[in-house]
């Protein structure tokens, strides 16, 4: 589709892909894309089911200066343990991302959530992926059992939201979820009344 000065005016978005690995968690493709100038290039594209995360409270929102659930995890890609919020892919495309957030919370740290809230939705590195984590509170947490999968390494450890914040603050967590989620937080929900619409 063109205008009258021959300049390309159908939409932006792929033209065509080619699979260049088809892994357990992520699909990589190089992707011919038109622009929104109606030019086109090739893009490498990594494809992900995405995953729910949950910034555990082991009591409640409300308080001033509430624990936070956090996991010591190793991570081979970031070169040893990262301090994390509870976070994992969906069973299958069909699970609801709240379903994946409870699951997850109680496979990683043996706890479950009896309130569970959506906070928001994070587009990791829109850059060259399409991987979406879905943020969400869990309050008033009571026992569950931990089922951990097969390589994972975590050991749970509860410190204040204070302490949490300062953790960013220092450098200690650097996992983005994990810093996105307590910095959302800390502007939003924790110490508030009403927090959530």
Known sequence: MSDSTGRDTAPPGMISSRKVHDGYVVKMSVDTVRFPDGTTGDLDMIRHPGAAAVLALPGSATEKDPEVLLLRQYRYAAGGYLYEIPAGLPLGPDEPWEECARRELEEETGQKATRLSHLARLDIAPGFTDVV???????MLVPGQVMLDEHE????LRVRFSEALEMTRTG??????????????AAFVVGKDGRRA
Request: zero cysteines; charged letters at 15%.
């Open 133 to 139: 984590i879905h943020l969400f509170l869990a309050e």
């Open 172 to 185: 200690a967590i650097t996992d983005v979820k994990t810093v996105a989620a307590l910095l959302y937080a």
């Open 153 to 156: 390494f975590v050991e749970p």
